[in-house]
């Protein structure tokens, strides 16, 4: 019986899987396929292109589910952030409500990405006249975002869908965009130049990423274990613990990190900023071939560790649920004592964990002038351990639902 449901569970999710797939296969019929193509990934790449790289996107091909999960993971992310505020009036919010503001984000943010791309693409579009008596209007632009739009919102569906009947919680459904995009990571990557294909490049880019595979399951596995007093419990599990992870951001701020500090660069580029000493400032602080962009780089890596990573945490919510349910620390008074001391350790831990993800982001780069095409390796190492977490998730996912349909309260 338990294996049926989970051959079941798994038909689900390789269901959704390709569909979402087949999906961002079909370009729009109100575009020009080949010209925004072009479009998308003249000079080396966009900042459309980055987001959805590591994303699970298909940015670089107009299709009808090009924006992908980016929508929906950013609305998660951002009502994740709310509900850390511990305000009263999101605590007390039903699931329907939270589920409706979700979707809320969900939309806004696609609505501004789909904004995004048709601009990018604008002088692809087909044109579709509107006629109206003596006056028309093109719809093109119009037509295209809101299939846009409608394509992450029903990538979102699928999504949930996976969540309740499938493996791998929602994030599984970015697993094919970004395999599909590390290729053309690693080719493009951050070096400037285009890190040809060749079976020698391909060979050695497999070694790594084995090695580098190896080494992110065991740091990912790393966590600090808290020693935790629960009087309630009269049991072998009275002494339990709360563990904080190495790596308590986990692959977010390789998620985030390109594409926030990318965006500087894409500004000037767009703007009147490009050629004055200000545009030429902002290009050397956003640059992966200076050291004032590595530092900045790693800055952002670090910011966005600490983010993410309080976000995974939550000391304080932590602290607060101690003291409900009676469990305390050892020599450490439950209330405001607990909270100092579950964000102090956070902060040690995950200072470590952000030194980690820096030296997977920063040391390509660094070997660039040593060994030209390694700075290609920062993008790609990063989708990789992106890769490695939600797997880690799934197995965990599957080992408890295997567990729990073993189960048998009468044997």
């Given at each position: 019986m338990h294996?049926?449901?989970l051959?079941?569970?798994?038909?689900?999710?390789?269901?959704?899987?390709?569909?979402?797939?087949a999906?961002?296969?079909?370009?729009?019929?109100?575009?020009?396929?080949l010209?925004?193509t072009?479009?998308?990934?003249?000079?080396?790449?966009?900042?459309?292109q980055?987001?959805?790289?590591?994303?699970g996107?298909r940015?670089?091909?107009?299709?009808?589910?090009s924006?992908g999960?980016?929508?929906?993971?950013?609305?998660?992310i951002?009502?994740s952030?709310?509900q850390?505020?511990?305000?009263?009036?999101?605590?007390?919010?039903?699931?329907?409500?939270?589920?409706?503001?979700?979707?809320?984000f969900?939309?806004?943010?696609?609505s501004?990405q789909?904004?995004?791309?048709v601009?990018?693409?604008?002088p692809?579009l087909?044109?579709?006249?509107?006629?109206?008596?003596?006056?028309?209007?093109?719809?093109?632009a119009?037509?295209?975002?809101?299939?846009?739009?409608a394509?992450?919102?029903f990538?979102a569906w699928?999504?949930?869908?996976n969540?309740?009947?499938?493996?791998?919680?929602?994030?599984?459904?970015?697993?094919?965009?970004?395999?599909?995009?590390?290729?053309?990571?690693?080719?493009?990557?951050?070096g400037?130049?285009?890190?040809?294909?060749?079976?020698?490049?391909?060979?050695?880019?497999?070694?790594?990423?084995?090695l580098?595979?190896?080494?992110?399951v065991?740091?990912?596995k790393?966590?600090v274990?808290?020693?935790l007093?629960?009087?309630?419990?009269?049991?072998?599990?009275g002494?339990?613990?709360?563990?904080?992870?190495?790596?308590?951001?986990?692959a977010?701020p390789?998620?985030?990190s390109?594409?926030?500090?990318?965006?500087?660069?894409?500004?000037?580029k767009?703007?009147?900023?490009?050629?004055?000493?200000?545009?030429?400032?902002?290009?050397?602080w956003t640059?992966?071939?200076s050291?004032r962009?590595?530092?900045?780089?790693?800055?952002?890596?670090m910011?966005?560790?600490?983010?993410?990573?309080?976000?995974?945490?939550?000391?304080?919510q932590?602290?607060?649920s101690?003291?409900?349910?009676s469990?305390?620390?050892?020599?450490?008074?439950p209330?405001?004592?607990?909270?100092?001391f579950?964000t102090?350790?956070?902060?040690?831990?995950?200072?470590?964990g952000?030194?980690v993800?820096?030296?997977?982001?920063?040391?390509?780069?660094?070997?660039?002038?040593?060994?030209?095409?390694?700075?290609?390796?920062?993008?790609?190492?990063?989708?990789?351990?992106i890769?490695?977490t939600?797997?880690?998730?799934i197995?965990?996912?599957?080992?408890?639902l295997?567990s729990?349909y073993?189960?048998?309260?009468f044997?």
């Open positions: 294996n049926r449901s051959i079941k569970r798994c038909l689900w999710t390789l269901l959704l899987v390709l569909i979402l797939a999906g961002q296969q079909i370009v729009l019929p109100s575009i020009d396929g010209a925004a072009q479009a998308l990934t003249k000079q080396g790449g966009s900042f459309l980055i987001f959805g790289s590591v994303t996107g940015l670089t091909v107009p299709a009808l589910f924006l999960l980016s929508p929906y993971m950013t609305s998660m951002v009502w952030a709310v850390s505020w511990d305000l009263p009036g999101v605590s007390a919010m039903s699931v329907r409500a939270i589920g409706m503001v979700q979707r809320f969900t939309l806004i943010i696609a501004l789909a904004l995004a791309m601009r990018t693409v604008a692809a087909q044109p579709m006249p509107l006629v109206l008596g003596d006056y028309s209007y093109d719809m093109s119009w037509f295209t975002g809101i299939i846009l739009v394509g992450a919102m990538t699928l999504a949930d869908l969540n309740d009947k499938g493996i791998g919680s929602t994030v599984i459904m970015i697993v094919p965009g970004i395999i599909i995009n590390i290729p053309g990571s690693l080719q493009r990557g951050w400037g130049v285009t890190y040809a294909l060749t079976p020698q490049h391909i060979a050695v880019a497999a070694v790594v990423a084995v580098f595979t190896f080494c992110a065991w740091l990912y790393i966590e274990r808290l020693p007093q629960r009087p309630m419990l009269e049991s072998s599990y002494d339990s613990y709360i563990p904080i992870k190495l790596l308590t951001a986990g977010m390789f998620m985030f390109t594409s926030l500090f990318s965006l500087p660069m894409y500004v000037v767009g703007t009147s900023l490009n050629g004055t000493p200000m545009g030429h400032a902002i290009m050397q640059s992966y071939q050291w962009g590595l530092v900045l780089y790693a800055v952002v890596l910011l966005l560790g600490y983010a993410f990573g309080y976000l995974n945490t939550r000391p304080v932590t602290a607060k101690l003291k409900y349910s469990d305390y620390f050892y020599d450490v008074a209330g405001d004592a607990t909270e100092r579950l102090h350790h956070f902060f040690v831990i995950c200072t470590l952000n030194l993800e820096i030296v997977i982001g920063i040391v390509p780069l660094l070997l660039e002038n040593v060994y030209p095409g390694a700075a290609n390796f920062s993008l790609f190492l990063g989708n990789l351990f890769i490695v939600i797997f880690d998730t197995m965990q996912q599957f080992r408890a295997r729990k073993q189960y048998q309260l044997a």
